[in-house]
């Protein structure tokens, strides 16, 4: 959910709440092709630097000479000239990347990994950083393609620079009059275009808030276009960044955005703590990462029985009381009192039913 107004006049209509659906996404010079090999190539992976949303683009070079660079190249290039030798081995960094990356398409140009660029994005034209090459073109739609529009430059990152430190004065100016109209809502992020067109600001609410005063008032305050837009917990963690409990940086802030639905029975599956505190994260949902091997514990678990199937076996009925799927073992109960602990390849399931198959003496 989003708003936005400038401070012009408003008109009554554009006072209803908009839903998030309603804001396309700009695309620029959009590609005929719909299949992939009609894609022109090669597709880049784009990431946005302040909502760490990822989505697909092109690059058509009219310019031989543009230099893409990464942000420390750019950090570099904006801090002065340093001495010979580091400039030398700066300068011929770049060309080793291109190289390393020209195998995705041989004889094309390819935009080096890491690089930032000036790209059309959901929210409007704004500095992105390039992941690399797509590489299974399958999972690019067409129709979201955008055009890269050139590599980003000193002065961008400058005014790049400049609007982090706007944007924390934003933060606090916003958050100030969300408590000065007593709105339930939790500010997450402001975030300032690089052509300075529009300011966002994320937050989070339990249900729908109406924030049509207090966007009129933020209007009076930063004279420019204000856009609010309401988002879930997960996004809050994406956008915000953070660590783990694998010590490692959060899957959905540096791994991938797409927000895949989780369910308890992916932790049941896997043999997991169903303790909240160990499977959930610090957005308080599921962890993401329950789903990436759920798909191989679904396929193992159909060559082993399940936990509570009985069969007979040394003359006794016996119980699974534990399956290992990464090990294929199993911990079976008997009625005699006996725990044992057996390869589940011994047993085949034939007739509707599991039996032990003998070791050969």
């Keep these: ?3 936005e107004y400038n401070d012009q006049a408003l008109p009554e209509d554009m006072l209803d709440i908009l839903h998030e659906e309603e804001f396309e996404a700009p695309h620029a010079a959009k590609p005929r092709g719909t299949s992939a090999e009609e894609l022109p190539q090669p597709i880049y992976r784009l990431k946005t630097l302040h909502s760490s949303e990822t989505f697909h683009a092109y ?9 893409f660079m990464k942000q420390c190249d750019l950090e570099g290039a904006l801090a002065g000239p340093r ?12 060309t080793d990347q291109v190289s390393s990356e020209a195998s995705a398409a041989a004889g094309d140009f390819v935009i080096p990994a890491r690089s930032l660029a000036i790209a059309p994005t959901k929210y409007g034209r704004d500095l992105v950083e390039v992941l690399g090459v797509v590489r299974e073109l399958s999972a690019v739609n067409a129709d979201e393609l ?21 944007e924390k004065e934003a933060f606090i100016k916003c958050r100030e009059r969300i408590e000065a109209h007593s709105l339930p809502m939790k500010l997450v992020s402001a975030h300032c275009l690089l052509d300075d067109s529009k300011i966002l600001f994320f937050f989070t609410a339990e249900s729908r808030v109406d924030f049509r005063e207090l966007v009129k008032d933020l209007v009076s305050v930063f004279h420019t276009r204000i856009e609010l837009r309401q988002i879930g917990v997960r996004d809050e963690a994406r956008v915000t960044g953070g660590c783990g409990v694998c010590g490692r940086i959060l899957c959905c802030h540096g791994l991938s955005d797409k927000l895949n639905p989780v369910s308890i029975k992916m932790a049941k599956d896997q043999n997991l703590s169903l303790n909240s505190l160990k499977i959930s994260g610090p957005c308080g949902r599921l962890l993401c990462c329950l789903s990436y091997e759920h798909q191989f514990y679904r396929d193992a678990r159909r060559e082993l029985p399940n936990e509570g199937t009985r069969f007979t076996y040394d003359g006794t009925l016996f119980k699974v009381i534990e399956v290992n799927v990464l090990s294929s073992r199993i911990r079976i109960a008997g009625e005699d009192g006996r725990i044992l602990d057996m390869d589940a390849a011994r047993l085949k399931y034939s007739d509707g ?3 032990v198959i003998e070791e050969e003496s």
């Design 1 to 3: 959910m989003s708003d």
């Design 59 to 67: 690059y058509a070079p009219s310019d031989e000479s543009a230099h």
């Design 83 to 94: 001495p010979a030798l580091d400039a030398a081995s700066s300068s011929a960094e770049p």
């Design 146 to 166: 955008v055009l890269i529009e050139r590599p980003a430059t000193v002065d961008d990152y400058r005014r790049y620079l400049d609007n982090l430190e706007r």
């Design 353 to 355: 039913r599991w039996t």
